[in-house]
């Protein structure tokens, strides 16, 4: 490669398989039109909705918590992008609800779909590089809100897409929360790769780019205003 190397992984294989295992449920879901996303758009599962008598059963009957494991499984290794989806079909693993079915078919169709991208990782010159976010939509449940993050370094070193510990009171509490999450593994990928004797790579600070401005502010200004000063005291690592 001109560019220098470069190493793609698939499952294609363990996908085709368990979409053969599935392949009649997806067959009376999806009529060949095509996913652009691996989640239904504008879905939040949640506890608060309760399901209807015999529809847990169903669900589970139908093989629910073996088709989310499955899904785990891809997420971990090559699908980074379906990793909010897996998260929330995970919420209802013990209690499945009709709509987390069609939403755990989905993610597997559109796997079948993508199942020849997967992940690739590519030599390059640059140093590690942040993205987070965190959504302002928060759980019915407990209140807490989805946060995400994604450090790259010539692909997707380490990602992740989970619920907050604690409860936001507004979108700039949240944001700087997942910042806390996202800044830990940062620091934890710095000091890796300095024992490791590349400390060549980290010659800089890693940026991290987040989109709330006053969040991204409290990471570099030591201020207690009114509307931070409740913030847990461990969040301030940042």
């Excluded at 504008?42 to 139908?62: C, F, S, Y």
Aim: proline share 4%; glycine share 6%.
């Amino acid at each position: 490669d001109p560019d220098g190397w470069h190493c793609t992984m698939t499952m294609t294989s363990f996908i085709e398989d368990l979409a053969r295992v599935y392949q009649n449920d997806l067959r009376s879901e999806f009529t060949g039109r095509k996913h652009k996303a691996p989640f239904p758009e504008n879905t939040l599962l949640t506890k608060a909705l309760e399901p209807q008598v015999g529809e847990v059963k169903r669900n589970i009957d139908r093989g629910y918590q073996r088709l989310v494991g499955s899904l785990m499984w891809c997420v971990r290794h090559i699908f980074p992008v379906c990793a909010f989806g897996v998260s929330q079909l995970c919420k209802l693993m013990a209690t499945p609800t009709d709509v987390a079915w069609h939403c755990a078919l989905h993610m597997l169709q559109y796997m079948v779909e993508h199942k020849h991208e997967g992940i690739t990782f590519r030599e390059c010159d640059t140093e590690p590089v942040a993205f987070v976010d965190a959504s302002n939509k928060d759980d019915p449940v407990d209140g807490k809100a989805q946060y995400g993050y994604c450090i790259h370094w010539g692909g997707p070193l380490i990602t992740k897409s989970g619920k907050l510990n604690h409860v936001g009171i507004n979108s700039t509490h949240n944001e700087y929360m997942a910042l806390h999450h996202c800044i830990k593994q940062a620091v934890w990928l710095r000091q890796l790769l300095d024992e490791m004797g590349m400390s060549s790579y980290i010659s800089k600070p890693t940026m991290v780019y987040a989109d709330n401005k006053q969040a991204n502010n409290l990471c570099s200004e030591d201020l207690v205003t009114a509307g931070n000063m409740h913030f847990r005291t461990s969040y301030h690592y940042n």
